[in-house]
C-alpha cells in the first residue's frame, strides 16, 4: 500500500510514499521502546543541547519546510515560514525551562522528608492533522523529549513529506536512534498501535471523530490521552470597541492557514448597535485578502487542504443559507482545478444553521447579531465547544473579567486574536477536548507525578 501526497492548488500528485506494514511498525515501537530506556537516564543539560540544536536545525530549512508545507497542504510561504520559526522556538523554550518545571517539589508532611517526582513514562503516540504539519507535531514533541519520554507519530495522510522532514530534523539535531520515528500507516491501524502493551500514552489533535474514537480505545487499555479537538471560537465584539483594531484582529485570525486552524476566528458576535459598521469594515478587509498561489509571496490565502474537505465546506455554507443566512462575499465554488474556497462572509446567522453549530474549518465568517453584552456572552457560550474565545471592548477591566469568568472556552483574549504560545498552557472543555499542552501544564501530562515519603 501507498500514501499519495497530491498538490491543493492543481489536484496534481506530487509523492508516493511506500506504507510500513503491520510488522514493521512493531519493530519500530520496539526500537523507540529501547531507545527510551536509555533516553529516561539522560541528564537536562544533554537534552537542553539537543533541542537546542534541533531549534538551530529548523531555522536553517525553514525555507524549504515552507515549500513542502505550501506543496502538501497549500499553507502560504509566509505563513510556512512562521510555523517553522515557532516549532524553533518551542524546542528553544524547553530546552531552557524543563528542568526547573520537572524539579522535585518538597511538601512537608510529617514524614523525614516527602516530596513529589516528575518521571518519564515511556513511549507516547500522537496522532497529528494536516493543518499545521509541523508545529502540532514540534509542540508535543519538545516537552516529550524534554522530559525523557520518546514518540512515535502518526500523522495525517496527505502530509507524509513533512512526516519524514520531522523525523529527519529530529536525525540531523543528533538525537540518538529512534527516540522519535514517523509511522506511515492509515487511520484504521491507530488503534492496534494503541493496543501495542509498549504504547504508554496518546497524544491527538483532530476532529471530533477521530478522538472519540481515540479516547474509547485508551479508556479500554486504561492508557493517557490529550484530546485538542475542533473549535467554533467565539469572537464579542462590544459596541464600545475599536472597530478598525477589532475587524483587523478578526479578520487576520478567521483567514490564518485559509481558515484551517481550530482557534481561528469562526463566530463573530457583534452587539446590534455597531453591526452594520463592523460588518462593513469586516467584508472590506476580507475583499482584500489575496487568494492565489502559496508559493507566491503576496499571497495571503492558498488553496484549502483537500477538495473533498472544501466541498464540506461549501455544503455548510449552503445549508446555512437554505436556513436563512445570507452571503456578503465569496460563498462560490472557483470553476479551476484545486481546492479553492474564496474568503466568504455569512450575515444574518442563527441557532440551528451550520455556520453557527457547526465548525467552518475554512475561510467562512459568521456574522451573529446580540441585542447587548449579556445576550452576546450567551450567544458565545450556546455552543458544542469551547477552545478558543475573544473579546473586543474599550474597557479593558470588563473585557477581562468576561475572560476570565464568563466565557467557556481554556483560552480567552482580550483585544487580540487567539494563539498558542510555548509558555501558555493550551487546550478545550466541552466538544474540544481535555488535556493541556504547552507550559508547565503541557509537560506534566505525559509524566509519573510520584509521590516519595521517606519515613
Known sequence: MNILSINPADNKPLAKHKSHTPKQVRQKIKQTHRAWLKWRNTAFNERSGLLKKMADVLLSHKEDLAVLMANEMGKPLKQGIAEVEKCAAVCTYYAGIAESFLK??????????????FQPIGVVLAVMPWNFPLWQVFRFLAPALAAGNCGVLKHASNVPGCALAIEDIVKEAGFPDHVFQTLLIGSGEVEAIIADPLIQAVTLTGSNAAGSKVAAK???????????????????????????????????????????????????????????EFTRLFVEKMRAKVMGDPLQNG?????????????????????????????????????????????????????????????????VAAIISARDEEHAITLANDNIFGLGAAIFTADKTRGEHIAATRLEAGSCFVNTMVKSDPRLPFGGIKQSGYGRELGMFGIHEFVNIKTVFVA
Open 299 to 363: 499571497t495571503d490565502i492558498g488553496p484549502q487542504a483537500r477538495a473533498d474537505l472544501r466541498d464540506e465546506l461549501h455544503d455548510q455554507v449552503i445549508r446555512s443559507v437554505q436556513k436563512g443566512a445570507k452571503i456578503l462575499l465569496g460563498g462560490e465554488v472557483p470553476k479551476q482545478p484545486g481546492a479553492w474556497y474564496p474568503p466568504t462572509v455569512l450575515t444574518g446567522v442563527k441557532k440551528g444553521m451550520p455556520a453557527s453549530d457547526e465548525e467552518l474549518f475554512g475561510p
Open 104 to 117: 522535585e517539589q518538597i511538601i512537608a508532611t510529617d514524614a523525614f522528608k516527602s516530596y513529589v517526582t
Open 218 to 276: 485508551a479508556g479500554e487499555l486504561i492508557k493517557k490521552t490529550v484530546l485538542e479537538l475542533g473549535g467554533s471560537d467565539a469572537y464579542i465584539i462590544l459596541k464600545d470597541a475599536d472597530l478598525e483594531q477589532a475587524t483587523e484582529a478578526c479578520v487576520n485570525s478567521r483567514l490564518i492557514n485559509g481558515g484551517q486552524s481550530c482557534i481561528a476566528a469562526k463566530r463573530f458576535i457583534v452587539e446590534e448597535e455597531i453591526e452594520t
